[in-house]
């Protein structure tokens, strides 16, 4: 019989989904554990694809209102996406929602109940004004290079608290605009790699991880045949000597078997009661797909996946509305704010809010000006939007930072994606500045040489 | 081990101007206009108290001296001065004071004082503080920047110099290698390290039973002229290559003609073309004279798609961005992939570790931005195609083309003559004329570079093109050319660049590429990191057989082929694998190749390798697989899947469509096609073996490799036995046989018991 290695019993107990490979031994060892004490366990992101308007959603902007269709009285960036023209008013009218008085649209009335709970960033601004850049830069820090996703980085910094399942997921991802370059490992081990399940362009009905189902053999047939894989494998290590992989690999098998079982039952929603599923949204067509996603990231959330990513998008850009604005932000809001505000208050009554981190936006903003001829459209805007926080250790009941009186550039406090990113992992105990990854000859960081934490939205 | 590169040169300033008032107005106009501004929106952060970034913007010297970011000022030139960039607001990146923009008058002011000469009071007294030269002297000393010598073979060397170079090391540590690995293993390692493919029952037979000295040289020699050989080392040299038949990125539009560029390098390696010459045509190609044949014309044109094929992000609506990012991914393929420098870590200061200078980066930038790559940078950008056209199919496509012309000339014709019985004429004739639209023969051509509008690069301050600094001629980095003079000339300077690579005596291009094929056959480089010669990569573990191969590589006219060879031949390539306690002790990571490691194969070669032994692989040589038109989307927003591999073909022709690899390439840590990769990762997640376990794919080869072995023999013991020939290469010892017996007659089917063959490691790994 062969002497299990260190590596092996480490292997056994300390990773999560996949992390038998060596190198990723390695790093549970030096990384795995935050530098100090985090205030969030997990994040659950909530990605709008395509860009929602900050001006007709969290930004509530009066002067914006006023001019309706006056030109802008200042210079519109250097670099733009589209051509735009004067000022658009919003279409919506905003309300004070709460003891914190937050203004959120009517396209939102069930989030804006959850007001008192998020911690809305309005000065939040990056570097790209395409979908595919824009995308890049929010999941991995760079529109120019291949980079490890922020979840990535995250499972590789903090592990998995399951070892049966993955420690990153991504459900029903958009496969464009960076596609999985947006949840890859990059240079990190390939364990830490998102797993997606389904992808936007598939009802979330039945997302699913690649090959976790056998639809051949019945579970006894297929331990036997797995043991006699093993066995195999057994004696090939015994011929070989000692090696770390081949050891890895017989792990590996066992794993999957385990995982074979238990993802399943944490997808099967059949145990979850009728409220809940109304909660969700899961009662109503319009809502029924994207609460799915939600209440899936819940479940996944609970049984200890560290980074759940969801994405509203359809098989169009979701949120991008360079024209027919009313319609196609009044339709997304109407598909998502139900299952949002139920993922918030379900996470609250479970006592999960406390330790998870709920964010949500999109890769941009919108233009306060307007593009095409209809007055009802507005174009990509990296230059200053919302997004929004909830639970895992970021102050309740706040705004913070602020876009000028149109809503054009973020202009007090302003919130880099670097920023946001350092944050995030502030919250979840690791540094950004030692979360570090050598590879071709230097170190890499999730925000490069950039980032700040935003110590005031702190608890 | 690395110098500071940096040296601070102090300079006097040039004398002030001569005319008292002229300056007493400038002094009152800085005192009066830009102190105040300073002071109030730089100082808190930049002054006495903080100096961020390094920078101090209340004094002179501080300013000129600059900070982390370089200089932020250049008297006289508001343009090249990061002060005025970052109060402009217009780099995204450099904004100051960063919360809020100043008043456009004081930005104004601030760029007519930098204009005037940055006038001050402390300015007779500062010197003005350069950067200087990164320095050469200590950068040329580096191993790998010296020319190879040849080195002394050991006394023993006799018929056998590599071994002699491995095992004087390995005596030296008093470390005794281990026997020749048996035949059957050798065979097997062999096979697929030259084709990517398991040996036939009928190759092992034959092999087995051939007494001569010579059996292995001749197995060598067959592998290498099989046509597989340049399908297995083409996707090796495509990993350097970044290929891809799709642009990935933001706009993941096909790359419809990149598998010409595929095809070519496998017939390049087929034909054992001279890696200097195969070099030559990559970057240079529509630069060589081809003597008027056409065919060999066209073979130099589709070679410079290597310089063509990396990601761009297309839509970038900074078009002077998306130039320099494009001749940023060329400096870095360039650079890594055969220089095994990381040159692109100079675009925005000068290399941290290694002796290139952000002035070399921008000699070697000029060369590549006076060339044409992108045929216009309109978001969604085009890139350029040469034209493969050959004079018979210009003249066939002019002739539809007058016979599309004749056709509307005369619908319009019958259009004005509106007579009623025209009607049906006309609708036909429309039908017919739109119909030849249609099959208007597409002119072939092929993803690949030509001339561009010649002219040398400016540094770009920061790496931003918003600011930029002195321009600097096109020349080669002067670590590894001191002496050679600026490119100048008419041409983009490719030519003379590629020239300069294979010109033989270059310190970098031979040893990189026989260090790269030495990492192929043994799983990790005499230089571990193969992509990166510099001061941060490994050294080599063992220097003079480096050099030695590397000189040799040259002498044998760049022969990939007699390198195989002459590793291949070697007993360190031939030893067995297993253990040794001593050895074990001594070196644990077999640095020394006192044993043979164990190694899994490539995504594609498991593929290819299930294929075989499932008797479906389809051996086409070459052509596209492509089921999209040249730059059609291959995933737009609306992320549906028009991929498809179920195919039976070689993995190599497999279209690799980047952010959306094939799923099993993938989970096999096959390259990311989007930056180049000369030593690919081994990992072992579960996602594998689920996908062995359960997937369809994988049940499909083990049921047709069931019916194989059904087939081939009559009897189970025989069925094993052919089994075990076709995926291990070997014949089941008696305990092995009885397993395999007692599965079956447990339950097991032969489909199931193939497909654990399939999953095990003896089929996934060689020895």
Known sequence: MLNLSRRRLLGQAAVGFGSLALHSLVAAEDQQRPHFAPKAKRVIFLFMKGGPSQVDTFDYKPRLQKDDRKPLPFEKPRVQFSQTSGLLASPWTFRAYG?????????????????????????????NSAHGGACLKLHTGSDTFVRPSMGSWITYGLGSE?????????????????????????????????????????PSEEPRVKYIRNPRLDPDSQRRQLDLVQSLNRDFLESTGPDSALEARIDS???????????????DLASESRAMRRLYGLDDPVTANFGRQCLLARRFA?????????????????????????????????????????LLRDLKARGLLEDTLVLWGGEFGRTPTCEGKGWDGRDHNPEGFTMWLAGGGVKPGIRYGATDEYGYYAATNRVHIHDLHATVLHLLGVDHERLTYRYAGRNFRLTDVAGHVVKDILA | MYTLWMQVVVLALAPAQEGP??????????????????????????GPRKQKSGLRMDSLAGMLQGGKAGPALVPGKPERSLLVTAVRYRDPDLRMPPDGKLADRDIEDLARWVGMGAPHPDRAAVGVVRRGAVDGEAGRN?????????????????????????????????????????????????TFDLIGLPPTPEEIDAFLADPSPDAFARVVDRLLASPHYGERWGRHWLDIARYADSNGMDENIAHGNAWKYRDYVVRSLNADKPYDRFLLEQLAGDLLDAEGDVAVRQENLIATGYLALGPKVLAEVDEAKMEMDIVDEQIDSVGRGLLGLTLGCARCHDHKFDPIGQDDYYGLAGIFKSTRT???????????????????ELARKAAHDRLVAAGKKEIAGLEKSAAADTKKELQALREQVKKLEEDSPVLPSAMGVAEGVVADAAIHVRGSHLTLGDTVPRRFPRVLAPDAPPLGGSGSGRLPFARWLTSGSHPLTARVMVNRVWRWHFGRGLVATVDNFGFQGQPPTHPELLDWLAIQFVRDGWSLKALHRRIMMSEAYQRAGGTDARAMEADPENRLYWRRDVRRLEAEAIRDAMLAVGGTLDRTLGGSLLTVKNREFVFNHTS?????????????????IRNHLYDVFQLFDSTDATVLSGDRATSTVSPQALFLMNSDWVASVATATAGRIVQADASKAGRVARLFLEAYGRTPSEAESRRLLRFLEDGGTWQSLCQAILSSSEFIYVR
């Open chain 1, 99 to 127: 003891q914190s008085g937050a203004l959120v649209s009517d396209l939102f009335p069930q989030v804006g109940q959850c007001a008192d709970d998020l911690c809305i960033i309005n000065s939040l601004h990056g570097t």
């Open chain 1, 162 to 202: 399951n070892r049966n399942l993955p420690g990153f997921i991504t459900i029903c991802p958009t496969l464009a605009h960076g596609g999985t370059k947006n949840w890859s490992s990059a240079f990190l081990p390939a364990s830490v790699a998102g797993t997606p399940m389904g992808n936007a362009g598939s």
């Open chain 1, 253 to 267: 098998f066992e794993l999957a078997f385990r995982m074979q079982s238990e993802m399943p039952a944490v997808m």
């Open chain 1, 302 to 342: 609970e049984a200890g996946v560290r980074f759940v990513q969801v994405t509203h998008s359809n098989t169009d850009v979701q949120w991008d509305q360079h024209g027919d604005l009313r319609k196609g932000h009044e339709r997304n809001a109407a598909e998502v704010d139900r299952p949002i505000a139920g």
């Open chain 2, 21 to 46: 008032p002229a300056e007493e107005q400038q002094l009152r106009f800085f005192e009066s206009r830009i102190r105040p501004i300073l002071a109030e929106h730089c100082a808190g952060c930049h």
């Open chain 2, 142 to 190: 580096h191993w790998a920047f010296r020319a190879p010598v040849l080195p002394a073979l050991p006394p023993d060397a006799a018929g056998k110099p590599v071994d002699a170079f491995i095992d004087a090391l390995l005596r030296s540590k008093g470390i005794r290698p281990l026997a020749r690995a048996d035949r059957a293993t050798l065979l097997r390692r062999a």
């Open chain 2, 374 to 392: 992108m045929e216009n940078f309109k978001k969604i950008a085009r890139w350029y195609e040469n034209s493969l056209a050959s004079p018979d």
């Open chain 2, 640 to 656: 549906q899947d028009k991929s498809t591999y179920d195919l039976r073909r070689r993995s190599i022709y497999l279209p690799v």
